[in-house]
Protein backbone atom coordinates (compact mmCIF):
# COMPACT_ATOMS: atom_id res chain seq x y z
CA UNK A 1 0.00 0.00 0.00
CA UNK A 2 1.28 3.26 -1.33
CA UNK A 3 0.40 6.24 1.37
CA UNK A 4 0.08 9.98 -0.36
CA UNK A 5 2.47 11.35 2.40
CA UNK A 6 3.53 15.15 2.28
CA UNK A 7 1.95 15.74 -0.97
CA UNK A 8 -1.45 15.62 1.03
CA UNK A 9 -0.81 19.24 1.74
CA UNK A 10 -0.13 20.30 -1.68
CA UNK A 11 -2.64 23.48 -2.87
CA UNK A 12 -1.47 23.34 -6.21
CA UNK A 13 -4.79 24.57 -8.70
CA UNK A 14 -6.71 24.89 -5.55
CA UNK A 15 -8.96 28.63 -5.63
CA UNK A 16 -9.23 30.00 -1.95
CA UNK A 17 -11.21 33.55 -0.53
CA UNK A 18 -9.93 34.41 2.59
CA UNK A 19 -11.91 36.97 4.19
CA UNK A 20 -10.06 39.48 5.92
CA UNK A 21 -7.33 38.48 3.90
CA UNK A 22 -5.54 42.26 3.82
CA UNK A 23 -4.00 41.90 7.30
CA UNK A 24 -3.48 39.91 10.30
CA UNK A 25 -3.93 36.00 10.36
CA UNK A 26 -5.86 36.21 7.17
CA UNK A 27 -2.89 37.74 5.47
CA UNK A 28 -0.61 35.24 7.07
CA UNK A 29 -2.92 32.47 6.12
CA UNK A 30 -3.90 33.63 2.93
CA UNK A 31 0.29 33.25 2.29
CA UNK A 32 0.67 29.85 3.71
CA UNK A 33 -2.16 28.86 1.18
CA UNK A 34 -0.46 30.57 -1.69
CA UNK A 35 2.77 28.83 -0.84
CA UNK A 36 1.43 25.23 -1.09
CA UNK A 37 0.37 26.42 -4.03
CA UNK A 38 -3.44 27.40 -4.44
CA UNK A 39 -4.79 30.72 -5.80
CA UNK A 40 -6.21 33.40 -3.48
CA UNK A 41 -8.57 35.98 -3.16
CA UNK A 42 -8.61 38.61 -0.22
CA UNK A 43 -11.56 39.80 0.91
CA UNK A 44 -12.05 42.37 3.14
CA UNK A 45 -13.66 46.40 2.83
CA UNK A 46 -10.81 48.53 2.44
CA UNK A 47 -10.30 48.23 -1.26
CA UNK A 48 -6.31 49.46 -1.68
CA UNK A 49 -5.28 47.38 1.44
CA UNK A 50 -6.81 44.18 0.01
CA UNK A 51 -4.94 45.38 -3.43
CA UNK A 52 -1.78 46.24 -2.00
CA UNK A 53 -1.78 42.60 0.31
CA UNK A 54 -3.02 40.87 -3.25
CA UNK A 55 0.09 42.18 -5.15
CA UNK A 56 3.06 41.46 -2.46
CA UNK A 57 1.31 37.80 -2.46
CA UNK A 58 1.45 37.05 -6.68
CA UNK A 59 4.90 38.76 -6.55
CA UNK A 60 6.22 36.72 -3.88
CA UNK A 61 3.94 33.53 -4.47
CA UNK A 62 4.15 33.24 -7.92
CA UNK A 63 0.28 32.25 -7.99
CA UNK A 64 -2.86 34.44 -9.19
CA UNK A 65 -4.27 36.69 -5.79
CA UNK A 66 -6.86 38.82 -6.47
CA UNK A 67 -8.60 41.04 -4.05
CA UNK A 68 -12.29 42.24 -3.24
CA UNK A 69 -14.03 44.71 -1.39
CA UNK A 70 -16.62 43.40 0.43
CA UNK A 71 -18.49 44.37 3.80
CA UNK A 72 -19.36 40.37 4.64
CA UNK A 73 -22.30 41.74 7.02
CA UNK A 74 -23.97 42.63 3.59
CA UNK A 75 -25.87 38.99 2.23
CA UNK A 76 -25.54 40.50 -1.17
CA UNK A 77 -21.79 41.54 -1.05
CA UNK A 78 -20.82 37.75 0.92
CA UNK A 79 -22.43 36.24 -3.00
CA UNK A 80 -20.95 38.87 -4.88
CA UNK A 81 -17.43 37.57 -3.27
CA UNK A 82 -18.06 33.96 -4.53
CA UNK A 83 -19.50 35.58 -7.33
CA UNK A 84 -16.32 37.21 -7.91
CA UNK A 85 -13.86 34.58 -7.17
CA UNK A 86 -15.63 31.62 -9.14
CA UNK A 87 -15.18 34.51 -12.59
CA UNK A 88 -11.59 34.92 -11.45
CA UNK A 89 -10.82 31.39 -11.18
CA UNK A 90 -13.23 29.37 -12.03
CA UNK A 91 -13.88 27.46 -8.60
CA UNK A 92 -13.81 28.11 -5.28
CA UNK A 93 -12.50 24.85 -3.31
CA UNK A 94 -11.60 27.09 -0.33
CA UNK A 95 -12.98 29.75 2.08
CA UNK A 96 -11.25 30.76 4.89
CA UNK A 97 -13.43 33.20 7.20
CA UNK A 98 -11.07 35.57 9.52
CA UNK A 99 -12.55 38.82 9.21
CA UNK A 100 -13.88 39.33 12.46
CA UNK A 101 -13.31 42.61 15.22
CA UNK A 102 -13.17 42.69 18.67
CA UNK A 103 -14.81 45.98 21.23
CA UNK A 104 -13.29 45.58 24.77
CA UNK A 105 -14.70 46.79 27.78
CA UNK A 106 -16.64 46.45 31.30
CA UNK A 107 -20.20 45.50 29.86
CA UNK A 108 -21.99 48.72 31.65
CA UNK A 109 -19.65 50.53 29.91
CA UNK A 110 -20.11 48.61 26.31
CA UNK A 111 -23.33 50.20 24.32
CA UNK A 112 -26.07 47.70 22.86
CA UNK A 113 -24.65 48.35 19.82
CA UNK A 114 -20.87 47.41 20.31
CA UNK A 115 -22.68 44.14 21.51
CA UNK A 116 -24.76 43.98 17.83
CA UNK A 117 -21.81 45.56 16.01
CA UNK A 118 -19.24 42.05 17.26
CA UNK A 119 -21.82 39.75 16.45
CA UNK A 120 -22.73 41.11 13.01
CA UNK A 121 -19.04 40.86 11.73
CA UNK A 122 -18.02 38.00 13.64
CA UNK A 123 -21.18 35.88 13.27
CA UNK A 124 -23.34 36.80 11.03
CA UNK A 125 -20.80 37.60 8.92
CA UNK A 126 -19.05 34.35 9.18
CA UNK A 127 -22.86 32.77 8.57
CA UNK A 128 -23.52 34.96 5.25
CA UNK A 129 -19.80 33.58 3.49
CA UNK A 130 -20.30 29.69 4.87
CA UNK A 131 -23.74 29.95 2.62
CA UNK A 132 -22.81 32.03 -0.04
CA UNK A 133 -20.42 29.42 -1.01
CA UNK A 134 -22.12 26.28 -0.09
CA UNK A 135 -24.14 25.93 -3.48
CA UNK A 136 -21.04 26.27 -5.16
CA UNK A 137 -19.05 23.53 -2.87
CA UNK A 138 -22.58 21.49 -3.28
CA UNK A 139 -22.12 21.33 -7.22
CA UNK A 140 -18.26 20.65 -7.30
CA UNK A 141 -18.85 18.16 -4.89
CA UNK A 142 -16.09 18.81 -2.51
CA UNK A 143 -14.90 21.83 -0.35
CA UNK A 144 -13.26 23.10 2.56
CA UNK A 145 -14.32 25.71 5.23
CA UNK A 146 -12.10 27.00 8.21
CA UNK A 147 -13.69 29.43 10.72
CA UNK A 148 -11.57 31.82 12.75
CA UNK A 149 -12.69 31.11 16.36
CA UNK A 150 -10.51 31.84 19.51
CA UNK A 151 -9.70 30.66 22.25
CA UNK A 152 -11.88 32.93 23.94
CA UNK A 153 -14.76 30.39 22.49
CA UNK A 154 -13.34 27.96 24.20
CA UNK A 155 -12.94 29.75 27.87
CA UNK A 156 -14.18 32.99 29.13
CA UNK A 157 -12.33 36.13 29.88
CA UNK A 158 -13.70 39.33 31.84
CA UNK A 159 -14.28 42.48 29.83
CA UNK A 160 -14.86 40.73 26.32
CA UNK A 161 -18.63 39.89 26.44
CA UNK A 162 -19.68 40.55 23.18
CA UNK A 163 -16.54 39.08 21.72
CA UNK A 164 -16.97 35.66 23.38
CA UNK A 165 -20.23 35.24 22.62
CA UNK A 166 -20.00 35.33 18.94
CA UNK A 167 -16.97 33.49 18.95
CA UNK A 168 -18.57 30.81 20.97
CA UNK A 169 -21.33 31.31 18.21
CA UNK A 170 -18.84 30.48 15.82
CA UNK A 171 -17.75 27.03 17.51
CA UNK A 172 -21.28 25.87 17.68
CA UNK A 173 -21.76 27.13 13.70
CA UNK A 174 -18.49 24.99 12.84
CA UNK A 175 -19.96 22.03 14.98
CA UNK A 176 -23.64 22.40 13.32
CA UNK A 177 -22.37 23.43 9.71
CA UNK A 178 -19.45 20.66 9.78
CA UNK A 179 -22.68 17.57 10.44
CA UNK A 180 -24.50 19.40 8.11
CA UNK A 181 -22.14 19.54 4.82
CA UNK A 182 -20.52 16.52 5.61
CA UNK A 183 -22.36 14.53 3.61
CA UNK A 184 -21.81 16.49 0.81
CA UNK A 185 -17.89 16.19 1.53
CA UNK A 186 -17.73 19.33 2.64
CA UNK A 187 -15.00 19.27 5.82
CA UNK A 188 -16.40 22.66 8.06
CA UNK A 189 -13.58 22.94 10.94
CA UNK A 190 -12.36 26.34 13.26
CA UNK A 191 -9.02 27.63 13.99
CA UNK A 192 -9.09 28.60 17.96
CA UNK A 193 -5.69 30.96 17.61
CA UNK A 194 -4.55 32.53 21.21
CA UNK A 195 -2.62 35.65 21.21
CA UNK A 196 -1.27 37.42 17.87
CA UNK A 197 -0.26 40.73 17.85
CA UNK A 198 -2.19 41.62 15.07
CA UNK A 199 -3.94 45.23 14.63
CA UNK A 200 -6.94 43.97 16.80
CA UNK A 201 -4.55 43.60 19.92
CA UNK A 202 -2.05 46.43 19.76
CA UNK A 203 -4.62 48.27 22.19
CA UNK A 204 -3.21 45.75 25.18
CA UNK A 205 -0.27 44.98 23.56
CA UNK A 206 1.95 48.12 25.23
CA UNK A 207 0.02 47.69 28.93
CA UNK A 208 1.85 46.45 31.36
CA UNK A 209 -1.55 44.62 32.32
CA UNK A 210 -1.17 43.02 28.59
CA UNK A 211 2.62 41.51 28.72
CA UNK A 212 1.75 40.27 32.16
CA UNK A 213 -0.99 38.40 30.96
CA UNK A 214 -0.15 37.16 27.57
CA UNK A 215 3.22 35.93 29.71
CA UNK A 216 0.94 34.20 32.24
CA UNK A 217 -1.97 33.09 29.73
CA UNK A 218 -0.35 30.98 27.43
CA UNK A 219 2.01 27.94 28.29
CA UNK A 220 4.78 29.12 25.85
CA UNK A 221 4.62 32.81 27.60
CA UNK A 222 4.43 34.87 24.69
CA UNK A 223 2.72 36.43 21.65
CA UNK A 224 2.54 34.04 18.73
CA UNK A 225 4.16 34.44 15.32
CA UNK A 226 2.08 34.81 12.49
CA UNK A 227 4.02 31.62 10.77
CA UNK A 228 3.01 29.83 13.56
CA UNK A 229 -1.13 30.09 11.72
CA UNK A 230 0.33 29.21 8.88
CA UNK A 231 0.25 25.11 9.15
CA UNK A 232 -3.10 24.97 10.57
CA UNK A 233 -4.76 26.49 7.37
CA UNK A 234 -2.71 24.66 4.89
CA UNK A 235 -3.57 21.06 6.81
CA UNK A 236 -7.55 22.04 7.09
CA UNK A 237 -7.44 23.28 3.62
CA UNK A 238 -5.65 20.30 2.21
CA UNK A 239 -6.49 16.69 1.19
CA UNK A 240 -4.75 15.87 4.90
CA UNK A 241 -7.92 16.93 6.70
CA UNK A 242 -10.35 15.18 4.35
CA UNK A 243 -11.72 13.33 7.97
CA UNK A 244 -12.11 16.27 10.04
CA UNK A 245 -15.66 17.38 10.60
CA UNK A 246 -16.53 20.55 13.30
CA UNK A 247 -13.09 20.26 14.81
CA UNK A 248 -11.20 23.27 16.70
CA UNK A 249 -7.81 23.52 15.94
CA UNK A 250 -6.20 25.53 18.90
CA UNK A 251 -3.09 27.27 17.95
CA UNK A 252 -3.02 29.03 21.32
CA UNK A 253 0.75 28.28 22.91
CA UNK A 254 -1.01 26.40 25.18
CA UNK A 255 -3.60 28.66 27.27
CA UNK A 256 -6.53 26.12 26.70
CA UNK A 257 -4.59 23.25 27.57
CA UNK A 258 -5.07 24.09 31.40
N1 LIG B 1 -5.11 38.20 16.69
C1 LIG B 1 -5.45 37.34 17.62
O1 LIG B 1 -4.79 37.22 18.65
C2 LIG B 1 -6.66 36.46 17.43
C3 LIG B 1 -6.89 35.47 18.39
C4 LIG B 1 -7.99 34.64 18.24
C5 LIG B 1 -8.83 34.78 17.16
N2 LIG B 1 -8.59 35.77 16.24
C6 LIG B 1 -9.50 35.88 15.11
O2 LIG B 1 -8.78 35.78 13.91
C7 LIG B 1 -9.40 36.59 12.90
C8 LIG B 1 -8.37 37.55 12.34
O3 LIG B 1 -7.90 38.39 13.37
P1 LIG B 1 -6.69 39.42 13.14
O4 LIG B 1 -5.99 39.52 14.43
O5 LIG B 1 -5.97 39.05 11.90
O6 LIG B 1 -7.53 40.77 12.92
P2 LIG B 1 -7.11 42.13 12.20
O7 LIG B 1 -5.64 42.21 11.99
O8 LIG B 1 -7.79 43.21 12.97
O9 LIG B 1 -7.81 41.99 10.75
C9 LIG B 1 -9.18 41.95 10.62
C10 LIG B 1 -9.51 41.83 9.15
O10 LIG B 1 -10.94 41.74 9.00
C11 LIG B 1 -11.38 42.68 8.01
N3 LIG B 1 -12.75 43.04 8.33
C12 LIG B 1 -13.24 43.56 9.49
N4 LIG B 1 -14.55 43.78 9.40
C13 LIG B 1 -14.93 43.38 8.15
C14 LIG B 1 -16.16 43.36 7.45
N5 LIG B 1 -17.30 43.80 8.01
N6 LIG B 1 -16.17 42.90 6.18
C15 LIG B 1 -15.04 42.46 5.60
N7 LIG B 1 -13.84 42.45 6.20
C16 LIG B 1 -13.78 42.91 7.47
C17 LIG B 1 -10.36 43.83 8.12
O11 LIG B 1 -10.25 44.62 6.95
P3 LIG B 1 -11.12 45.96 6.71
O12 LIG B 1 -11.09 46.72 8.02
O13 LIG B 1 -10.46 46.66 5.58
O14 LIG B 1 -12.49 45.49 6.37
C18 LIG B 1 -9.07 43.02 8.30
O15 LIG B 1 -8.62 42.54 7.05
C19 LIG B 1 -10.57 37.28 13.59
O16 LIG B 1 -11.74 36.55 13.36
C20 LIG B 1 -10.19 37.22 15.06
O17 LIG B 1 -11.31 37.29 15.90
C21 LIG B 1 -7.52 36.61 16.35
Not at 168 to 195: D, H, S, Y
Amino acid sequence: MTLPGIKQFDLSGKAAIITGGSQGLGLAMAAGLASAGANVMLVNRNADEGAKAADELSRDFGVTARSFAADITDPAQAEAMVGAAQAAFGRVDILINSAGINIRGPIDELTPDDFKRVMDVNVTGTWLCCRAVTPLMKAAGSGKIINLASTLGLVGLGNRTPYTSSKGAVVQMTRALGLELAPFNINVNAICPGPFLTAMNIPIADTEEGKKFIVGATALGRWGHLREIQGAAIFLASDAATYMVGSMLTVDGGWTAR
